[in-house]
């Protein structure tokens, strides 16, 4: 958290924000989360006095395009989230790192949790980075149902596990993996290689309409508010959650008990009654 569907509505709502604006001050309030900044000090004199031309995202990571071959990359991590703002406001506790604009506003970056990382990166740094090694996007770019059975063809490893690879496709964490698998009626503990050709094609069939639903609801905001949309508001899927977060109450589908058990140190929420 924050997954695909809430890094996409940042990027959707700063997008209008950061286009076409030009980077001014940039302070750093935790240098953590410039560590994977090559050399911290680039930062800073990479972004400065920069021109946005566009914003982009791939997986989980926001993708700033300063021109020159530089690009200004955001991972939110697990409870990040980006800000909008005017000068002078009262800053977020939490808050790592702020990018005024030309605009009279700033983008705050806050991070409670300190896993999230933002950096400016070069052609060949990109390449080396992050989001070089990431597989195709779970959103744009999702490979077809033959291609994701044959990925799969003798794994023994269960498909929850394998779905939170960004290897394997980009985008989707715990909350979506246990929606997906429940909207494929597939548990999240089968071993990846025992599914059925028909059952990879419904796999791949439920990833679109979930991530489509969460993204017109503005995403899932849990009981911590660690993600909010950058005007400050709650994302609205919580209410439309199947499996995940439920265990002890019924599915939505079938009237069973939704149950909790955990994979490879992660956890996993389903219906025994309805996924198989």
Not at 59 to 72: E, F, H, V
Not at 92 to 101: D, F, P, Y
Not at 109 to 122: C, K, N, Q
Request: proline share 7%.
């Amino acid at each position: 958290m924050p997954e695909l569907p809430e890094v996409e509505i940042t990027r959707r709502h700063l997008e209008p924000v950061l286009c076409g604006a030009v980077v001014g001050r940039v302070g750093v309030r935790r240098d953590r989360a410039l560590r994977l900044q090559p050399r911290p000090g680039d930062f800073v004199s990479r972004l400065r006095g920069r021109r946005v031309l566009g914003l982009g995202r791939r997986g989980k990571y926001l993708l700033a395009d300063l021109g020159d071959g530089l690009t200004w990359v955001t991972h939110l991590g697990m409870s990040g989230r980006m800000a909008v703002a005017r000068p002078g406001e009262p800053e977020a506790a939490h808050t790592a790192v702020i990018v005024g604009l030309d605009r009279s506003l700033e983008v705050r970056f806050v991070d409670p949790r300190t896993f999230g990382h933002t950096s400016v990166l070069t052609t060949a740094e990109l390449a080396a980075a992050g989001p070089s090694r990431l597989g195709p996007d779970a959103l744009d770019s999702l490979p077809t149902p033959a291609r994701l059975a044959d990925r799969l063809v003798g794994r023994s490893a269960p498909i929850k596990p394998l779905l939170l690879d960004q290897r394997l496709v980009s985008g989707l964490g715990n909350i979506y993996a246990d929606e997906v698998l429940h909207r494929a009626r597939l548990r999240p503990d089968r071993p990846a290689g025992s599914l059925a050709r028909e059952e990879v094609a419904a796999l791949r069939r439920a990833v679109g309409p979930v991530l489509r639903d969460s993204l017109r609801r503005g995403g899932t905001s849990l009981a911590d508010l660690a993600y909010l949309l950058p005007d400050g508001r709650a994302g609205g899927y919580l209410e439309r959650l199947a499996v995940y977060g439920r265990a002890g109450e019924a599915c939505r589908r079938c009237g069973g008990t939704v149950e909790r058990i955990v994979l490879r140190g992660r956890s996993a929420h389903f219906c025994p009654g309805c996924q198989r």
